[in-house]
């Protein structure tokens, strides 16, 4: 209210601050593939962050990194803070900065012929996932964290060690830093040093990781993945998978191609009703497809032979063939199912 003898405040409306960044949940799903190699791995990283250490996956693309870090992060039961590292971030992307400001004026008519006017700026500030991690006891992932520049990291380095965030914009609204709860875990993961679009990292970073490289999945463990995230039969899942792998083993590109080619193929194939076999049109096409970098090149061999991708499709395919042709095959007696024997 204003009126004779009382001062009038008026507030300017702030502008529009970021919208906050809350934690999000995290449990595994209904097809997350938990295999004795995965199991092992989960394990490990979990032990290390019990011990009050941040895990880092490091690895090839392809390799379920993310994934990955998110289920442990699950096994931990607290919030998740997720965080995917760029090349444009700043220190104040992980842990805040002044978004917008507030303005208020003061009028004083307390003398009807005398009017004093007082007007007041400040700005608003805001925290951003770190801090709020850091606070509330989360669980960071900082997905492709490398992708980062290294100098937008270096808030981590006293969260990792001293577990204390130093934030030296902040003073004016507190005392410029905030102990790190005794919850907080950080979880990182990163393709390797080589990709386009990866920036090095800081050694004073690495030294406060415990890594864990984390290269492809054996066989069983790619053959059930493929199965569960498309939903194709596991003979077919098994001959994708053996496509894949013998491809990543004639080394075509450095890094050959990942189980995503093999859960893309699969995909596919289930969608548009076709099988994987030689001689499924759909099928071929669709290998030729994702797999398409590698089909325009060869590999010679001592015989001087080409190996295409289609090649790899038929020896796989055959061979498959010829093992469930040589598997005893099943009989039925009395209501039980039984194996014939040889």
């Known amino acids: 209210m204003a009126g004779k003898g009382i001062a009038a405040t008026r507030a300017a409306a702030p502008a529009a601050l970021p919208a906050p960044h809350p934690s999000i949940g995290v449990e595994a799903g209904t097809q997350f593939v938990e295999t004795p190699q995965v199991r092992a791995i989960a394990q490990r990283a979990l032990g290390y962050l019990r011990a009050g250490y ?24 607290r ?9 444009e971030f700043g220190s104040s992307d992980l842990v805040g900065g002044d978004f917008g400001y507030k303005k208020s004026r003061v009028v004083d008519n307390f003398i009807h012929s005398v009017v004093k006017t007082e007007e007041n700026m400040s700005t608003l500030w805001a925290d951003n996932r770190l801090t709020v991690a850091c606070r509330n006891g989360d669980t960071l992932v900082y997905d492709e ?8 990291n270096n808030a981590l380095l006293s969260v990792l060690e001293e577990r204390i965030l130093s934030i030296p914009k902040r003073r004016p609204h507190g005392d410029g830093f905030i102990e790190v709860h005794p919850e907080f875990r950080a979880i990182l993961t990163s ?12 050694d004073a970073l690495n030294d406060r990781l415990i890594t864990i490289q984390v290269d492809h999945f054996d066989r069983e463990t790619e053959v059930r993945i493929t199965e569960t995230k498309s939903g194709i039969p596991l003979g077919e899942a098994e001959l994708i998978v053996d496509i894949v792998r013998e491809l990543r083993t004639l080394g075509l590109t450095k890094q050959g191609p990942s189980l995503r080619a093999c859960i893309m ?25 994702v797999l398409g970098s590698l089909s325009a090149k060869v590999v010679r061999d001592g015989n001087g032979t080409r190996t295409t991708v289609d090649d790899v499709v038929a020896r796989n395919s055959k061979r498959l063939r010829a093992e469930s042709k040589s598997r005893p095959a099943p009989v039925v007696g ?7 024997t040889p």
């Open 334 to 340: 009395r209501g039980v199912a039984e194996e014939a």
């Open 54 to 77: 941040p895990v880092h996956f490091s690895g090839p693309a392809g390799t379920g990194k993310t994934t990955l870090a998110l289920h442990v992060a699950a096994l931990r039961g």
């Open 191 to 202: 393709n390797p040093e080589e990709y386009a679009g990866v920036h090095r990292t800081q």
């Open 145 to 152: 964290f490398t992708r980062s520049r290294a100098e937008a």
């Open 265 to 289: 193929i699969a995909r596919v194939t289930v969608q548009e009703k076709a099988h994987a076999r030689a001689g499924d049109s759909v099928f071929g096409d669709v290998c030729r497809d």
């Open 79 to 87: 919030p998740v803070a997720l965080m995917h590292g760029d090349d």
